[in-house]
C-alpha cells in the first residue's frame, strides 16, 4: 500500500485539479478519486461505491475494487445499492487500484507535477 504522505499529498493534488476548468465527467473522475482517498485516509467512514462502512483495511479495499469492477462491466442488479455512475466508479476504482500498487499513475499528477492555472 502507499505511503500515507503521498496519499495526502494525492488528495491534495486532486483538489487543486479540480479547481482548474475540467469537463463535468472528468470532474466526475475526480469526486469519485477524492472519495475512495477520503475512505482509506479515514476522513470518512462510507465506502465511496459500495454499502460497506467502516475504516478501509486491505480486504475492504478489494471488495470495494471488485464491486466497481461489476459497475464498469454492467452486470450489477438494480437492486445493489451503489453509486453507479460510471466515471465516478472509474475514479474510484483507478484510486484504489493506485493505493495498493496495481496503478503505477495517480488519479492526478501529484501538486508540483499540476498545470499552470491561468491568470483571471
Not at 19 to 36: C, D, H, Q
Not at 61 to 85: H, N, Q, W, Y
Request: hydrophobic content about 45%; proline content about 10%.
Amino acid at each position: 500500500m502507499r505511503d500515507h504522505v503521498i496519499v495526502k499529498n494525492e488528495r491534495r493534488a486532486l483538489v487543486a485539479y479540480s479547481k482548474n476548468s475540467v469537463g463535468p465527467e472528468f470532474g466526475r473522475f475526480l469526486r469519485g478519486a477524492a472519495a475512495a482517498l477520503d475512505w482509506v485516509t479515514g476522513a470518512v467512514q462510507t465506502a465511496p461505491v459500495g454499502p460497506g462502512t467502516g475504516p478501509a483495511d486491505p480486504d475492504l479495499i478489494a471488495a470495494e475494487i471488485r464491486r466497481c469492477d461489476v459497475l464498469l462491466a454492467g452486470v450489477a442488479s438494480a437492486l445493489t445499492p451503489v453509486r453507479a455512475d460510471p466515471h465516478y466508479v472509474n475514479g474510484v476504482e483507478h484510486a484504489l487500484r493506485w493505493l495498493l500498487e496495481l496503478e503505477s499513475e495517480p488519479p492526478v499528477p501529484l501538486a508540483d507535477e499540476l498545470p499552470a492555472v491561468p491568470a483571471a
